[in-house]
T-cell receptor, first 117, second 112 residues
């Protein structure tokens, strides 16, 4: 099946620094990728839809200047948490659609646990 | 509004006992339906999906789910639970427009 690789798995950073999270589709081309945030014991909250070669579409309430998304190629999308603060600490998950197989199925990365000190 | 509801926040079953996790959706048409499992600190793994056709679908790890249009439900079942099944389970619906809606999740605890 299609594989989505997310890196890093966990990261600890100081308040005020920026953190980049990568999401790669390893064996398929993903024109659309999604970024989610998950708080403990809660469901996934869609943050933004990342479209290859164009600007990301952010969900209401998500600061686009805070969470920068770049989808420069068909296999890579990155989420950069800029000037991170402790309240940004969360579990971030990416997913991608394999359009070649219909596009309805989502393939998920393994997630990134971000802890901001 | 489109929504996916998982009424049970958590469920505890004994190892070897049967399991049913509930999921209801609210949508004008029949969406594509999915069940995902998430182990702690991990991403989501697809267990099974329903697009059309046979309303009883088989998935991985011995799970199955039944789509009931009259009840707008897509409940997940397993006849005999193993301790390794303890995890968070999410029901999801794809309603087109590249959006997938997730339920709030049900945490499964398995006791020896």
């Amino acid at each position: 099946g299609a594989v989505v690789s997310q890196h890093p798995s966990w990261v600890i950073c100081k308040s005020g620094t920026s953190v980049k999270i990568e999401c790669r589709s390893l064996d398929f081309q993903a024109t659309t990728m999604f970024w989610y945030r998950q708080f403990p014991k809660q469901s996934l909250m869609l943050m933004a839809t990342s479209n290859e070669g164009s600007k990301a579409t952010y969900e209401q309430g998500v600061e686009k200047d805070k969470f920068l998304i770049n989808h420069a190629s068909l296999t890579l999308s990155t989420l950069t948490v800029t000037s991170a603060h402790p309240e940004d600490s969360s579990f971030y998950i990416c997913s991608a659609r394999d359009v070649a197989t219909g596009g309805e199925k989502l393939f998920f990365g393994s997630g990134t646990q971000l802890s901001v000190l | 509004a489109q929504s996916v509801t998982q009424p049970d926040i958590h469920i505890t079953v004994s190892e070897g006992a049967s399991l049913e996790l509930r999921c209801n959706y609210s949508y004008g048409a029949t969406p594509y339906l999915f069940w995902y499992v998430q182990s702690p600190g991990q991403g989501l793994q697809l267990l099974l999906k329903y697009f059309s056709g046979d309303t009883l679908v088989q998935g991985i790890k011995g799970f199955e789910a039944e789509f009931k249009r009259s009840q707008s439900s897509f409940n997940l079942r397993k006849p005999s639970v193993h301790w390794s099944d303890a995890a968070e389970y999410f029901c999801a619906a794809y309603t087109g427009g590249f959006k997938t809606i997730f339920g709030a999740g049900t945490r499964l605890f398995v006791k020896a």
